[in-house]
């Protein structure tokens, strides 16, 4: 569900009301590739704040044996010049990625970041994942080449950290505004 138009987005009430399908429909891209957190989630319903639905979400991602855990991780697209241009990526990473003008980088910048999410995915097991709105360009080329040379057990955990920005922009988008100002 990415339509923008206020009519379509559930707010909190009609989420916490909606079957389980719906659900699991409406919030099923907030986690890349991985419904089964929304329908996860939804056997914790009722929720009373965003925040308290965001929670339950996460608790279902860090819930997992870790072998379904780091699957997840490597569901996540890396951060790829040439995905943006192709729109090979889901539509919420695909305008995350835009966002911090990955899609705008020149040959040899975009050589050079296919090579540092190579040098990493190697080194950890998984891609880089960073909450991409939070960085700039040149913020994100930093924290690439920096979190490499950490321990794959601190990258995990910073992964998994990251994800929850991620999530929390996107569940945001998705639950409608004008019941959370209510709540």
């Not at 009519?7 to 659900?23: C, G, K, Q, R, Y």
């Not at 919030?27 to 704040?49: C, M, T």
């Not at 950490?150 to 929850?164: C, P, V």
């Amino acid at each position: 569900m990415t339509s923008t138009t206020t009519s379509s987005i559930p707010t909190l009430d009609e989420l916490n009301v909606m079957t389980h399908a719906d659900f699991a429909a409406a919030l099923g891209e907030v986690f890349e590739y991985a419904p089964w957190v929304a329908e996860a989630a939804a056997q914790q319903r009722p929720f009373a704040s965003l925040d308290a639905l965001h929670q339950a979400m996460l608790a279902a991602v860090h819930g997992s044996p870790r072998d379904q855990t780091l699957r997840f991780l490597c569901g996540h697209p890396e951060l790829s010049a040439s995905a943006v241009r192709s729109g090979t990526l889901t539509v919420d990473s695909q305008q995350e990625q835009q966002s911090a003008g990955l899609g705008d980088l020149e040959q040899a910048q975009g050589e050079r970041l296919a090579l540092l999410n190579e040098t990493y995915r190697k080194r950890h097991g998984f891609p880089f994942i960073a909450c991409v709105r939070h960085y700039t360009r040149a913020g994100l080329f930093a924290e690439l080449a920096s979190r490499t040379e950490r321990g794959t057990d601190q990258e995990f955990a910073e992964a998994l950290r990251q994800i929850g920005f991620i999530s929390r922009l996107r569940l945001a988008q998705r639950v409608s505004a004008a019941s959370l100002q209510a709540a």
